[in-house]
């Protein structure tokens, strides 16, 4: 009984905010709070409003000549190492493009990584690199990890990717 009357009053509540104010933003944003909230009274999901985020559109290529990574390889394998060991990989890259290339960021998935990369421009023809060192300590079993580059190629982000098994340290 208790959710049937919640329904009625949200029911109500949104009728008479889109009767008031049917062209209006406020009235549209209000009504996407009350669903909002309504759909958390019901222990479900946020209902959106069409209206209340606005999709995101896909980036688009930029016009013009573009620098190109051309990796040795994208993934590594560190095998078995035991916990507290630190492991470092270089992924290594030619910029086979047709502008220099500068990579903007490196993005690890987790603090246990930490990278370091070419911050000066790689002219077209030359060769760059990733350096990732992985911190074992306190990641027992195996690891999956991913370090993201963002540069001003296309597509803006290329994944670098590793895997190890540590070894868990006696206790």
């Given at each position: 009984m208790r959710n049937w009357s919640i329904k009625l009053l949200a029911l109500i509540v949104v009728l008479s905010a889109g009767l008031t104010s049917c062209k209006d933003k406020d009235a549209e944003k209000r009504i996407a709070e009350l669903e909002s909230?309504?759909?958390?009274?019901?222990?479900?999901?946020?209902?959106?409003?069409?209206?209340?985020?606005?999709?995101?559109?896909?980036?688009?290529?930029p016009e013009g000549p573009l620098p190109q990574f051309e990796w040795?390889?994208?993934?590594?394998?560190?095998?078995?190492?035991?916990?507290?060991?630190?492991?470092?990989?270089?992924?290594?890259?030619?910029?086979?493009?047709?502008?220099?290339?500068?990579?903007?960021?490196?993005?690890?998935?987790c603090?246990?990584?930490?990278?370091?990369?070419?911050?000066?421009?790689?002219?077209?023809g030359g060769e760059g690199e990733v350096v990732v060192?992985?911190?074992?300590?306190?990641?027992?079993?195996?690891?999956?990890k991913t370090v993201t580059v963002t540069a001003n190629t296309w597509p803006k982000t290329t994944v670098l990717r590793f895997k190890t098994f540590v070894t868990p340290a006696k206790k």
């Open positions: 909230r309504l759909a958390e009274l019901e222990g479900g999901a946020a209902t959106k409003s069409p209206t209340a985020t606005p999709a995101k559109e896909p980036e688009k290529k040795e390889t994208t993934e590594h394998d560190f095998g078995t190492i035991n916990e507290g060991d630190k492991v470092t990989y270089t992924y290594k890259f030619k910029n086979t493009g047709q502008a220099p290339l500068i990579i903007e960021n490196v993005r690890p998935s603090g246990c990584t930490a990278p370091s990369w070419t911050k000066e421009p790689i002219p077209v060192e992985f911190n074992s300590k306190g990641k027992p079993n195996a690891q999956n």
